[in-house]
T-cell receptor, first 114, second 111 residues
């Protein structure tokens, strides 16, 4: 596959569940990102990874735990979420961390917390 | 930190109309990017601008890199139903660690 692939596309989970979001890119990019997009709100950067190392955590609650085992894969582990965490979670990758050539986004995971 | 103000926040237009939106920054950027997000999908890069004053087209879309380096503009000519979505501007400088995104302009076409 080309581009950035996110799975699952949709996820409904209870507040006591543990689930993981997966992101995969085979573009040879070195940086990967997690964004949260709530209804009618701007894109919120959550985490930045550059060459597998986390370079930014934008004050994200600890119930969100990222993992980047290699430059091609990024996970977001979720546990004890709240209803207000319901949103579209977008993964992106870029050739360089600064995004001078733009980010390539996945289609997102629509998360609903019940 | 850097901030990008995008306007208008939303637009309601009729099919066939032209559309203009802009983005202003509190600081200078060396790169301006414009993205479109279809409902339920991730944003897709439309146009990239790398030089002050640069004017670049992609079909019916035209974007400009402002001379001051603090703003950028996107125009859509003769809008069609598939133009519906959210348009984001983004800016960065060489050496930065991430893109800064605007707040988005939501485009709706009225039947």
């Amino acid at each position: 596959e080309t581009g950035v692939t996110q799975t699952p596309r949709h996820l409904v989970m209870g507040m006591t569940n543990k689930k993981s979001l997966k992101c995969e890119q085979h573009l040879g990019h070195n940086a990967m990102y997690w964004y949260k997009q709530s209804a009618k709100k701007p894109l919120e950067l959550m985490f930045v990874y550059n060459f597998k190392e986390q370079t930014e955590n934008n004050s994200v609650p600890s119930r969100f735990s990222p993992e980047c085992p290699n430059s091609s894969h990024l996970f977001l582990h979720l546990h004890t979420l709240q209803p207000e965490d319901s949103a579209l979670y977008l993964c992106a990758s870029s050739q360089d961390a600064g995004g001078n050539y733009g980010y390539t986004f996945g289609s997102g995971t629509r998360l609903t917390v019940v | 930190g850097q901030q990008l103000n995008q306007s208008p926040q939303s637009m309601f237009i009729q099919e066939g109309e032209d559309v203009s939106m802009n983005c202003t920054s509190s600081s200078i950027f060396n790169t301006w990017l414009w993205y479109k997000q279809d409902p339920g999908e991730g944003p897709v890069l439309l146009i990239a601008l790398y030089k002050a004053g640069e004017l670049t087209s992609n079909g019916r879309l035209t974007a400009q890199f402002g001379i001051t380096r603090k703003d950028s503009f996107l125009n859509i000519s003769a809008s069609i139903p598939s133009d519906v979505g959210i348009y984001f501007c983004a800016g960065t400088n060489f050496g930065n660690e991430k893109l800064t995104f605007g707040t988005g302009t939501r485009l709706t076409i009225i039947p």
